[in-house]
C-alpha cells in the first residue's frame, strides 16, 4: 500500500540537541498526524495538523503542516533522554475513509 | 483524555486456536481500527468500522473477521491462528476518521 516517505530512518544523538524529522508524500493530505512509540507500548499522538502552514507546538515539539500539504516535519528542542523511542507521521487523504497513511518511522537514541 | 484499552498485552496461543483480541474505548468515539504492526511492514490497516455492526476490510483482512455490538468494543477474532498471524496486535479509536488513538497493543505469538 502507499506509504510516507519519512526521514530521517534513524538518529543518533547528544542529550540537549535540538532533532528535525519530516514526511513527505505524492498526494496532498488534509490531516498530517505525528506519534511517538515506545517498545512494546502502542503509538502515543505528539501532535495534530489540520490546515497548510499550519504551525502547532506540544511542550519541546513543535510540528509543521507544509504549504503544498504534501509533507510535515516535526522539530524536538533540547532532547532528553526520554524523547527516545519511534516516531511516525501519519496523513489523512480527501477520501471518507478512516484510511492513515504511515510514514516508516524514525527511531531515535539520546546519549545522555 | 481519551482511553483504549486492550484485553491483554501479550498472548500466546497454539496453530489452529480461535483467538478474540477485545478492544475499548471510552470517548463514545463512532470510528475504531484493527491493525497489525510488524517490522519492516510498519501498520498495516486490518478492519475498521464506522457504527455498531457495521464493518469496512482493511488492506489486510484474510484470516481474520471483527465485531463490534456495541459503540464502545470492537472485537478481532483469528478464526484459525496460523504461525504467519504472530505480530503486535494495535487498535485505534477516532472520532473524525483522522485522529485516531491507539491502545497499548496485544503482542501475539502463535506457536
Known amino acids: 500500500g502507499q506509504q510516507l516517505n519519512q526521514s530521517p530512518q534513524s538518529m543518533f544523538i547528544q542529550e540537549g540537541e535540538d532533532v528535525s524529522m519530516n514526511c513527505t508524500s505524492s498526494s496532498i493530505f488534509n490531516t498530517w498526524l505525528w506519534y511517538k512509540q515506545d517498545p512494546g507500548e502502542g503509538p502515543v499522538l505528539l501532535i495534530a495538523l489540520y490546515k497548510a502552514g499550519e504551525l502547532t507546538s506540544n511542550g519541546r515539539l513543535t510540528a509543521q503542516f507544509g504549504i503544498t500539504r504534501k509533507d510535515s516535519f516535526l522539530n524536538i528542542s533540547a532532547s532528553i533522554p526520554s524523547d527516545v523511542g519511534i516516531y511516525f507521521c501519519a496523513g489523512h487523504g480527501s477520501s471518507n475513509t478512516g484510511k492513515l497513511i504511515f510514514g516508516q518511522g524514525t527511531t531515535l537514541q539520546v546519549k545522555p | 483524555d481519551v482511553k483504549v484499552t486492550q484485553s491483554s498485552r501479550y498472548l500466546v496461543k497454539r496453530t489452529g486456536e480461535k483467538v478474540f483480541l477485545e478492544c475499548v474505548q471510552d470517548m463514545d468515539h463512532e470510528n475504531m481500527f484493527w491493525y497489525r504492526q510488524d517490522p519492516g511492514l510498519g501498520l498495516r490497516l486490518i478492519y475498521f468500522?464506522?457504527?455498531?455492526?457495521?464493518?469496512e476490510k482493511g488492506d489486510i483482512p484474510e484470516g481474520y473477521s471483527v465485531s463490534r455490538e456495541k459503540k464502545e468494543r470492537f472485537s478481532l477474532i483469528l478464526e484459525s491462528a496460523s504461525t504467519n498471524q504472530t505480530s503486535m496486535y494495535l487498535c485505534?479509536?477516532?472520532?473524525?476518521?483522522?485522529?485516531?488513538?491507539f491502545g497499548p497493543g496485544t503482542r501475539l505469538t502463535v506457536t
Open positions: 485505534a479509536s477516532s472520532f473524525d476518521r483522522s485522529v485516531q488513538y
Open positions: 468500522s464506522y457504527d455498531v455492526k457495521m464493518k
